[in-house]
């Protein structure tokens, strides 16, 4: 009797990234349409490190980088969003 209801999930709700083999699924629309405004590889290293939880150095494998670059496209990218974001907020605010 602790279960009162059933949420059903699809991924319709979801923007969807596929990033190597793994599709992610993320729900917040404004998370995800900031993402799709990343270039495809700044997008991937975002998706790995923070969803995927892989360290720099296992993206730099998988996406064939050196590790440093990895460190640079990630904060260049997490500023983008920031921006982004801050810019969807403010434009809600009006």
């Known amino acids: 009797m602790k279960q009162l ?5 699809y991924m319709i709700d979801h923007d969807l990234f596929q990033v190597l083999e793994y599709d992610i699924g993320i729900k917040d629309e404004l ?8 270039t495809d590889e700044k997008r991937d ?12 150095k296992e993206i730099a494998e998988a996406l064939h980088l050196v590790r440093s670059t990895v460190q640079y496209k ?9 921006r982004r974001l801050e810019e969807k907020d403010n434009d809600d605010e009006k």
């Open 5 to 9: 209801s059933v949420t059903d999930d």
């Open 31 to 38: 998370l995800g349409e900031a993402l799709s405004n990343l």
């Open 45 to 56: 290293i975002i998706l790995l490190s923070y969803f995927l939880d892989m360290t720099d």
């Open 74 to 82: 990630r904060t260049t990218a997490l500023k983008e969003l920031k």
